[in-house]
Structures are given as C-alpha cells and as structure tokens.
C-alpha cells in the first residue's frame, strides 16, 4: 500500500481533495489531504514571508515527521509546484508524482514565468489592502481564501527535478474555462515516454469533474513493485 499526500492549488484547502482521499482509504492506501501553510484552515498564519519554500517545507516536514517512505505525492495546479519541490529534497520518500493539471517546474521557474496573460492577470487582480495576498477568483468554493502572493512568484530551485522519481503521471483538463496555462507541458510530456500521459474531459477542477478517472490514475502510479 502507499501513502498519498494531496497538496491543493491556489487558494484551496485540504477539503477540495476530501472525497479522493476517502476513496483512496477505502482502497486501503493511507492519504494526507494537506492545507498549505496562510491558506483555508491555516489561514490565520498568512504574513507576507510565506512562499513557495514554506509550502514545500510544509510537505517535507509531513513526509519526515510521520516517517513517510511510500509517497504518492499528487499536487493540483499551484500544487505541482510544492510537489516538485518536495521530492526534489526528499526523492528517497516518494514512490510517485501525479500532477492533476498543474505546473511542472524546472530549475528556476515560478508560477508566474509558467502561466499565461490570463491567469497573470488572476494572480494580480485580486492583491487588495494586504499587498502580498490575491484575493480567492469570484466563481471559486465559498471556502477559497487568499494565497500568498510570494508563492507564486518565487522561482523553484531544483537538483533534479521530478526525473528523480520513477512514476510520473500527468493529468490534463480538456475543458478549461479559459486559455490554459498547462497545453505546453501536456504536449510537452505526451512526447515523452518517462511520463504517462492522461487527458480527462473536465474543466480545471478534476477532483470535482473527473473523480474516477483521477482516483484510476492515483492507483496506477502507486503501483505495486
């Protein structure tokens, strides 16, 4: 059995990976649905120092500390960020890597040089009297609340990078409700055959548009060798 550790996107809590979690469970896998560190639940914590580092610090420390050496890491969106970094310090720990729509950084990257004009614009037009948080997007789960500005603009240092980890799976959503940012890295990866590949019909919200075909693919990249 694995242990899954399911990091969200921007703006998210651990609730919006509840229901994989539970299906995971009942598969007999252990799984951490996390809440990063300023965000949802830990929303009490957001100062203007939280960045991408303390968000990989918050999986690592969760990797060490309940003595993890299993892990599927499956990070959605912003969370392909935290995950890359995660394994990147901790490769021994990690069994696999799912991006659920997501970023798949290298050295030096940030969310900022991944995505597009559109979702810039997302990432700046919600900064308000804060100054180093953007507001939750207005169609997003009543539960979103600011992420740390810091997080995404912070580049992403690596030593190896996700070819450390053996199984890789990248899950790409078809029906984005604007331009995606992630049609590079799909088309990027579909050539490359160290990744499997999946294209789900499901707007950006897999967890919530696809969950069977996301829990399939949980499952196949804990493998049993």
Known sequence: MATFVLVPGAWHGAW????????????GHEAYPITLTGVGGRKHLLTSSVNLDTHIDDVVNLLVDE???????????????????????????????VYVDAFVPADGDSCWTLANAPVRDWY?????????????????????????????????RLRGGPDQVRRRHYVYAERWEAETPFRPTYERLQGDPAWHVHAVASTHN???????????VALEAAGTD
């Open 206 to 216: 897999v967890m919530q548009g696809a969950p069977d075909e996301l829990l399939n």
């Open 67 to 97: 003595d993890i050496t299993d892990a599927v890491l499956v990070g959605h969106s912003y969370g392909g960020m935290v995950t890359t970094g995660a394994a990147d310090r901790t490769p021994e720990r990690v069994r696999g890597l």
């Open 124 to 156: 700046l037009r919600g900064v308000g009297a804060l100054g180093y948080a953007t507001a939750p997007l207005p169609f997003l789960d009543p539960r979103a609340t600011p992420h740390p500005l810091a997080s995404l603009l912070q580049s992403i």
């Open 16 to 27: 919006c990976f509840e229901p994989l979690a539970r299906e995971l469970r009942r598969h």
